[in-house]
């Protein structure tokens, strides 16, 4: 008589997908490199030009959200793993094997998540991290710096990482909806970047309105110590992203248990 895999040898079998697979193990790297690299790169163009920042800027400058700055170009790159890692399966045409191993769906959903979800959490955390004490670290001595003392600033930094892993599991969420590489990249990547264009096209005030809701300036909010105008706190925001992330997931669960029979 066969029996049911349990919840922790489908994680097991996930995570060994995950890291066998090359474009998970690029995104990984890819990550990094974007978020530690390019921040560095932002900072550094920063201190070289802040002896020409004008004094209302500097009143307003912001050390933490600024040396985060890469994490605006990782977003992409977690997104990506996470929509790989579903429609990979439905290319190679291994999805069925998948299904036939796992007849329980919402329990390989559960497992790609919790796969998912632990790897970029790690990966984005140490990227945030070093990105943040490496952009303070060329601030020093020249523009005003941050410290992870500062309750506001380390919770800034921690939300940085749980921005990206949010977003690494909308990507896999569209990846379940679509099963499409092509279609749920594109349609990932007009959520994080074309929609904000978008509203710029609307009167003032419908863009106020809008504008705090989209998953970017989420981010922002959670990146940033301290909330501005037409904006959200930290802990609003987060809320806000992981209900979305929960719907989009959601609903790509459902729609797995529903068709490929």
């Not at 990984?28 to 163009?45: E, R």
Request: hydrophobic share 50%.
């Amino acid at each position: 008589m066969s029996t049911k895999p349990t919840i922790a040898s489908v994680v097991r079998s996930e995570w060994i997908k995950f890291r066998s697979v090359r474009s998970s193990v690029t995104g990984v790297v890819v990550t990094l490199l974007l978020t530690i690299g390019l921040g560095a790169l932002i900072t550094l163009a920063v201190r070289s030009h802040w002896s020409q920042t004008d004094a209302v800027r500097r009143a307003t400058f912001d050390p933490v959200s600024t040396s985060l700055s890469g994490t605006l170009f990782a977003q992409f790159a977690v997104g990506v793993i996470g929509v790989l890692f579903i429609t990979a399966e439905y290319s190679s045409g291994s999805i069925r094997t998948s299904l036939a191993a796992v007849p329980q769906r919402l329990h390989l959903v559960a497992a790609k998540a919790l796969v998912v979800g632990l790897v970029v959490v790690v990966v984005a955390e140490v990227a945030c991290f070093v990105t943040f004490l490496v952009g303070q670290s060329i601030f020093s001595g020249v523009v005003p710096t941050a410290s992870l003392s500062n309750g506001a600033v380390l919770r800034s930094v921690i939300f940085a990482g749980l921005y990206l892993t949010l977003l690494s599991l909308v990507g896999m969420g569209l990846g379940l909806i679509l099963r499409q590489s092509a279609a749920s990249i594109s349609v990932f990547t007009s959520l994080l970047l074309i929609l904000p264009i978008l509203t710029l096209l609307l009167p003032q005030s419908w863009q106020n309105a809008i504008n705090r809701f989209e998953p970017s300036q989420l981010g922002q909010s959670m990146m940033s110590p301290t909330p501005t105008a037409n904006t959200f706190g930290a802990w609003s925001a987060f809320l806000i992203l992981a209900l979305y992330t929960a719907g989009v997931v959601g609903v790509g669960a459902g729609m797995l248990e529903r068709r490929d029979h």
